[in-house]
């Protein structure tokens, strides 16, 4: 699994994305996984990533958090958590996204 936390620089929510980042993956049982942290340093880039604000944690190259319309560019995220809007996703929300791309697929019945 390869995840990435994309910022800009100076992003005030880096620090606790990553910190929830790193509490569900061990929640989840994922211990040994590690994830890099990338700073988008202009609009150009944004724009050809479809970054949507920082911070945004990619799980295998997906944002599970993504919202339909969202336009490309270097501003702060919210996310939409049952405590209100915040800076970063909930902790369970983590673990729920988490979880859903550590299962494996269930095989076709027969």
């Keep these: 699994m ?3 936390i994309l910022v800009v620089p100076d992003c005030p929510s880096e620090k606790l994305a990553a910190e929830r980042l790193r509490s569900a993956l061990n929640d989840v049982g ?3 996984t590690t ?6 340093g202009d609009a150009e880039e944004a724009e050809r990533i479809g970054f ?3 911070p945004t ?3 295998d190259g997906q944002d599970p958090f993504a919202e339909p319309g969202r336009t490309a560019g270097l501003s702060c995220r919210i996310y939409r958590t ?3 809007l915040a800076g970063v996703p909930g902790h369970d929300q983590l673990r729920q996204a988490l979880t859903t791309v550590a299962e494996p697929p269930t095989p076709p019945s027969l």
Excluded: A, V, W, Y
Aim: glycine share 14%.
């Design 82 to 84: 049952p405590d209100g």
């Design 57 to 59: 944690i990619l799980i």
């Design 35 to 40: 994830f890099t942290t990338r700073t988008i």
């Design 30 to 32: 994922l211990h040994g």
């Design 52 to 54: 949507t604000g920082s």
């Design 2 to 4: 390869e995840i990435e």
